[in-house]
């Protein structure tokens, strides 16, 4: 329990760090947000440096509030869930554009990083039982070089082949957009339709480390001297692997689970940006390019949120996988 | 890995030629100057042992080793501007005047390629080199220290380990400027805990040992113990993080050039991939002029993953293959 409040401290600093870094850090680049809206405003024709002043205080910048102040201020509207107002999407607020966005990064990502784990945990069991076959060592050495491929390019020459040349799945947009998005069959088939290759994609480009991780801790499992017990006593085989081995070489994989779903909520951006596809990380590189500041930073803290999250649901699951953890042992 | 009795070494356990050199040293400093290279060129060779005994490592540092060279020695042989602009039509297939045909802008993709080489494993490896040198400080001195500056640094670890690095790097990019400097600050920043915490771990169960003990006892400065005599021992763990650290460090500098958040006047494989991706390279059906980079990438990124595994393999024998060569003779006397 006391692992569990530890752990549960050090996500709150991190939240904590990663809004201080989400104020601080428009506050110490070069220029400000207002100063960039109101010189686009300005290419576009005259404006009053009134404009500059509304912008500013829109922005809450260059104010004459002490930055502690504005500090003060900025966590206050976090709290009451206030993100601020997109410049792209305007009058919409960034809390809006963001919840319009979520579902469909939600929905493609987590199913196809558990589809990821599941498969390449399993298949590396396989390989560890079956260790030194032509199998294991074909598998292996292709996935060490699938372990290393760089997800945009996996996924242009998936839209190129699969897509474009054979066009056997859609590889833009998220649904077939002579839709009406809502919730009825037409609508659901094809986002999903819609969805294959993206998630193909990133199975392929993140199934490899799994394997190999599961392959190495089951190769090592496999020669701890319960192993060996448990076939003496004459269980099956299938109960071996699974009951004995596999339940305990999974653990390091979970922690790596937790961080990779860090990396993979950020690594959406790739995803989306490569499919168009609509979701929190196409909406953050659209809103980068348009400069939409608020917009960007709320996604950002949300990324950060999530990945905390996950990590303490990951914790959780720890404690009732590992009893070392519950019986008081902190990392 | 049996690495821990390398460092307390007596120098007599020191090849002849490295004598000299260890001599000429500071008196009062040669003991632990003479220790410290007695360790180096034991790990020196056995990591040779290792190249040539292990199939991954020997595989790995061949593509590795060819691509370094490449990088080196490649724009020197060819000497041509990357964004040389020829007028006339665009993209063309391979042919024999341009080996992998050319884009949209009439540029020679395999010069590209070749300059792109150097940018991106220059950049790979200095970040990689930043992140190591992170993580190497934090978990030496944390593990070493343990108390409060173990958990002062143990919460910054574990801080930095959520905090997602792409886009963070891509806001932060915005933000500052749109340099590849901006950008390996960030993923340095952003990837070092990992490495950090196994270190950490690892000199918490070293801090205890004999060797430890008695040089604190015979007056060593922290520093000089965390640095001369727990870091030698550590080697190992250290170049197989650096090695996939590395790779990481690449794959995202590459992903923010895809994203259009590199430096243009650059080439690199990332930037030659964005520049593919928006001139509608897909849509030409221009296979020659993205498939390349991103094979490239792929192909040093399996180089350096073959390097790691290998490394694991020699840490951890019980990963090893079944057929086990002999060790040569030499190391297990050094070993000894």
Not at chain 1, 129 to 154: C, E
Not at chain 2, 174 to 191: I, Q
Not at chain 2, 192 to 214: C, D, I, K, N, Y
Request: aromatic share 12%.
């Amino acid at each position: 329990m006391r692992h569990l409040i530890r752990r549960l401290g050090i996500y709150l600093l991190a939240i904590w760090a990663a809004v201080s870094i989400n104020f601080f850090l428009p506050r110490l680049a070069p220029g400000n947000p207002a100063e960039v809206v109101f010189f686009r405003l300005s290419q576009q024709g005259s404006v009053s440096p009134a404009t500059l002043k509304a912008l500013e205080i829109e922005f809450g910048v260059n104010t004459t509030d002490p930055l502690w102040v504005q500090y003060f201020a900025y966590l206050n509207n976090l709290l009451h869930g206030n993100l601020g107002v997109s410049i792209q999407y305007f009058p919409s607020t960034v809390t809006e554009v963001i919840s319009q966005n979520i579902r469909w990064t939600l929905i493609l990502l987590s199913v196809s990083v558990l589809m990821s784990f599941a498969l390449g945990s399993l298949i590396g069991v396989f390989l560890a039982w079956r260790r030194g076959s032509a199998f294991d060592s074909l598998l292996s050495s292709m996935m060490m070089f699938l372990y290393s491929i760089l997800y945009p390019w996996l996924a242009l020459l998936a839209v190129y082949f699969i897509g474009f040349k054979l066009n056997w799945f859609p590889y833009a947009d998220g649904y077939d957009t002579n839709l009406i998005p809502d919730w009825n069959w037409d609508f659901i088939l094809s986002a999903a339709y819609h969805a294959i290759l993206p998630a193909l994609t990133i199975v392929i480009s993140t199934i490899a480390g799994w394997m190999l991780t599961m392959r190495n801790t089951m190769i090592t499992t496999l020669s701890e001297d319960y192993i060996m017990m448990a076939k003496a006593k004459g269980l099956t085989t299938r109960r071996v692997i699974f009951a004995y081995a596999a339940r305990n070489a999974i653990l390091p994989s979970i922690t790596g689970f937790a961080i990779a779903l860090g990396s993979v909520v950020g690594g959406s951006l790739l995803v989306e940006r490569v499919f168009s596809y609509p979701g929190i990380g196409n909406a953050l590189f659209l809103g980068i390019q348009a400069k939409d500041y608020a917009l960007a930073d709320g996604i950002l803290l949300l990324v950060i949120v999530a990945t905390v999250l996950m990590n303490l649901i990951v914790d959780l699951l720890y404690a009732v996988l590992d009893p070392r953890v519950r019986q008081e042992r902190s990392a | 890995m049996s690495q821990s009795p390398s460092s307390p070494l007596p120098p007599t356990a020191v090849e002849g030629e490295q004598e000299p050199e260890a001599a000429s040293l500071e008196p009062q400093e040669g003991i632990t100057e003479a220790t410290f290279l007695s360790a180096l060129t034991t790990i020196a060779r056995r990591t040779w042992g290792a190249a040539t005994t292990n199939r991954k490592v020997a595989i790995g540092s061949s593509i590795v080793g060819f691509f370094v060279l490449v990088a080196i020695f490649g724009p020197l042989l060819i000497n041509q501007d990357p964004l040389h602009y020829t007028p006339g039509i665009g993209v063309k297939p391979p042919s024999s005047a341009h080996w992998l045909g050319t884009n949209q802008a009439n540029q020679d993709v395999f010069i590209q390629l070749v300059y792109g080489t150097r940018t991106s494993l220059f950049w790979a490896f200095l970040t990689g080199l930043l992140v190591l040198i992170i993580s190497v400080s934090v978990g030496l001195v944390s593990g070493y220290f343990g108390g409060v500056v173990d958990d002062i640094l143990s919460v910054i670890t574990n801080v930095f380990l959520v905090i997602p690095s792409l886009p963070l790097a891509i806001v932060a990019v915005e933000y500052f400027s749109r340099t590849v400097f901006t950008v390996a600050v960030v993923v340095a920043l952003t990837n070092w805990p990992w490495g950090a915490r196994v270190l950490r771990a690892q000199t918490l169960s070293m801090r205890g040992r004999e060797f430890v003990t008695a040089s604190r006892s015979s007056g060593e400065r922290p520093w000089r113990i965390i640095f001369f005599e727990i870091f030698p021992n550590e080697i190992s763990i250290v170049a197989a993080s650096f090695v996939t650290t590395s790779i990481q460090v690449m794959l995202a500098v590459a992903g923010l050039e895809f994203l259009g958040f590199g430096n243009s006047s650059t080439v690199s494989w990332g930037t030659m991939l964005y520049d593919a991706y928006n001139s509608g390279a897909l849509l030409q059906e221009a296979w020659w002029w993205f498939a390349p980079p991103g094979l490239c990438i792929a192909l040093v990124g399996a180089g350096l993953a073959l390097l790691n595994f290998g490394i694991d393999e020699l840490a951890d024998p019980r990963l090893r293959q079944l057929k086990r060569r002999k060790w040569p003779k030499k190391q297990r006397v050094a070993a000894a």
